[in-house]
């Protein structure tokens, strides 16, 4: 016997027991963005290659190592999206929803990159996604912040610092760049193998190493908030403002970059320590090149996307999702005619009140296997229905939980009984 398939390292099936906890994130993320407007949009999940090297940088880590990338039988290089801002660019542009116009989109979905799988980050992995376009002023970044502050909030989660940093300019961030690449040329021989391959390529990069014995180097490096253009401090001023007012708690984390090369001025993360090394739940930021430098006229955007396994993981930890998936009912059937008979019942009940959990016995069997499936399956009621049942055209009604007394109910009347037998919210 030849071993069973497994799934692909890295990527992961959602479990029963787990996907309670994905829909709580889902279903308020999409209540929340509801109430401030937001428009959902469903996006491929394949591209074309040269979109992400264009958006995302051809000597970025994902470019180079993590891309899913094959030739389909026309020669064609695609890629599995391994981030969901560039298609979505991409689609707005092709639709023409970016022409004089403001649009407050949101998604969610798969994406892929080929990294070593660990607690929280996956080869397969989940985002939902919010891009606004249209908008150049620092109210809508703050709206965003304030918004992804408040599903926390309905979530109820907690533990959650916001981290924010500015760009500044692309022209600004280029004059930092060149004094930040002579300071770290002249501190090379303490520079790791990674830095010393980003120094020309992605220097930013440099400043959000994890290597312990590079922190004093990285310290001591020009603060790119020193070095920024005047029209890019009011805005973050502004944006911090508007944070001030709304009570919003944050950091000012001058180290903060950002791993795509699109961003610009304003940038911020929600991290926790609950999760060990994978701490970024949330991260964004504005990217207001990015529509001119795919094709289209130039057009202030911003975003961010959120990591759905890493939320499901800080749900499981904070917050007790109840879901009763038990049948409120358990229908048995044995004898000539009861199955179909019995089908077409459940489908009258059904009619009657949709939130009723039905589960019809299939399969066959006596009735006393029957009476223990349905009472190992958690159900309160269950129905019975004989070749005399199905002749009367009545059910015989068990209380599987309470003990009482078993009666028969006529078909017709069945509905009712049922919505007054049992609590249905």
């Known amino acids: 016997m030849s071993k069973h398939i497994q799934a692909v390292r890295g990527m992961n099936d959602i479990l029963p027991q787990d996907t309670p906890y994905w829909r709580l994130l889902e279903d308020t993320a999409r209540r929340v963005f509801e109430a401030y407007s937001l428009e959902e949009i469903r996006l491929p999940i394949v591209e074309k290659t040269e979109l992400f090297k264009r958006t995302i940088g051809e000597v970025t880590d994902i470019v180079e190592k993590e891309m899913y990338t094959f030739e389909d039988r026309n020669g064609d290089s695609l890629t599995l999206r391994p981030e969901g801002t560039a298609g979505c660019v991409r689609g707005c542009i092709e639709n023409g929803l970016t022409h004089n116009q403001v649009q407050r989109l949101w998604y969610k979905g798969p994406m892929f990159r080929y990294e070593r799988p660990q607690k929280g980050r996956y080869r397969q992995f989940h985002q939902i996604g919010v891009e606004c376009f249209g908008l150049a002023g620092p109210d809508i970044d703050a709206e965003l912040i304030i918004m992804t502050a408040r599903l926390w909030r309905e979530l109820g989660l907690s533990d959650l610092q916001l981290q924010i940093n500015t760009l500044g300019s692309a022209e600004a961030r280029d004059a ?59 805005h973050f001023g502004q944006l911090c403002g508007f944070l001030d007012a709304a009570g919003i708690e944050y950091v000012v984390n001058p180290r903060l970059v950002r791993g795509l090369d699109y961003y610009n001025k304003t940038v911020f993360e929600w991290v926790t320590d609950q999760l060990g090394a994978q701490g970024t739940v949330c991260a964004g930021g504005r990217f207001d090149g990015l529509v001119a430098q795919l094709g289209g006229r130039e057009t202030p955007a911003l975003g961010f996307a959120m990591g759905i396994e890493r939320l499901v993981l800080l749900l499981q930890q904070q917050v007790e999702v109840s879901v009763n998936v038990a049948p409120h009912i358990y229908l048995i059937m044995a004898g000539e005619g009861t199955s179909q008979a019995g089908l077409m019942l459940a489908e009258r009940l059904h009619d009657v009140d949709s939130r009723l959990r039905i589960r019809s016995h299939c399969g066959g069997g006596s009735f006393k296997s029957q009476f223990k499936r349905a009472d190992k399956s958690g159900a309160q009621l269950a129905l019975i229905l004989g070749e005399d049942e199905v002749a009367s055209e009545v059910v015989a009604v068990k209380d599987l939980r309470q003990g009482e007394e078993q009666k028969n109910v006529d078909w017709n009347e069945l509905g009712d009984f049922l919505q007054s037998r049992l609590d249905l919210n």
């Open 176 to 234: 930092y760049r060149d004094k930040l690449v002579a300071y770290m040329e002249s501190h090379l021989d303490e520079l790791d193998e990674d830095s010393k391959r980003r120094l020309h390529s992605n220097p930013l990069r440099i400043l959000d190493t994890k290597n312990p014995a590079m922190q004093q180097l990285v310290s001591d490096a020009p603060n790119l908030l020193d070095h920024l253009d005047e029209e890019s401090k009011q």
